[in-house]
T-cell receptor, first 111, second 114 residues
């Protein structure tokens, strides 16, 4: 079955810096890759997603890139702000099976 | 529009018992997914229901089951509870599917198994 590895597990940056979180997946049939943000004590929230027929997607300060050959996808946050501090989860989905999550990355943005 | 609601919010059970959790999706949403969240295992997908049919299923034992009603409300049942089932159980709803459009999560049910 699918396996998703997420790195790093913790990431500390200064406000204004960029943050990059990388995930690798094992099943080449996976075709949908969402990213979720979960603030402390709150429910997860979808922040961006990408499908296997697209290489990059941007939404303001957030971008996701997908490399199907290498089977990895990354979340890029530019100009980080304290409110970006949260746990970020990546996931991979293969139709008809399951959504498999990475273990999460705790991002801390200090001002 | 009301968000996703889950009942009960907190639950304490003992090993061997069974439990039923309920999820009411956002009005008009037909897809409901269930997740287990623990500090050790993180977020894990249990299953997705759409129009009363299970469409996707994660790697959980048969003790975990679910169903969806005609009004899209969903229930999740865990039988023969084990200590390791202690977790936050989240449900999420979307219009037509967890990969077709945005999922909205409920607040979760915190289950403690003693």
């Amino acid at each position: 079955g699918e396996n998703v590895e997420q790195h790093p597990s913790t990431l500390s940056v200064q406000e204004g810096d960029s943050a990059v979180i990388k995930c690798t997946y094992s099943d080449s049939a996976s075709n949908y890759f969402p990213w979720y943000k979960q603030e402390l004590g709150k429910r997860p929230q979808l922040i961006i997603d990408i499908r296997s027929n697209v290489g990059e997607k941007k939404d303001q300060r957030i971008a996701v890139t997908l490399n199907k050959t290498a089977k990895h996808f990354s979340l890029h946050i530019t100009e980080t702000q304290p409110e970006d501090s949260a746990v970020y989860f990546c996931a991979a989905f293969e139709a008809g099976t399951a959504l498999i999550f990475g273990k999460g990355t705790t991002l801390s943005v200090s001002s | 529009k009301a968000g996703v609601t889950q009942t009960p919010r907190y639950l304490i059970k003992t090993r061997g018992q069974q439990v039923t959790l309920s999820c009411s999706p956002i009005s008009g949403h037909r897809s409901v997914s269930w997740y287990q969240q623990t500090p050790g295992q993180g977020l894990q997908f249990l299953f997705e229901y759409f129009s009363e049919t299970q469409r996707n299923k994660g790697n959980f034992p048969g003790r975990f089951s679910g169903r969806q009603f005609s009004n899209s409300r969903s229930e999740m049942n865990v039988s023969t509870l084990e200590l390791g089932d202690s977790a936050l159980y989240l449900c999420a709803s979307s219009l037509i599917g967890l990969v077709s459009d945005e999922q909205f999560f409920g607040p979760g049910t915190r289950l403690t198994v003693l």
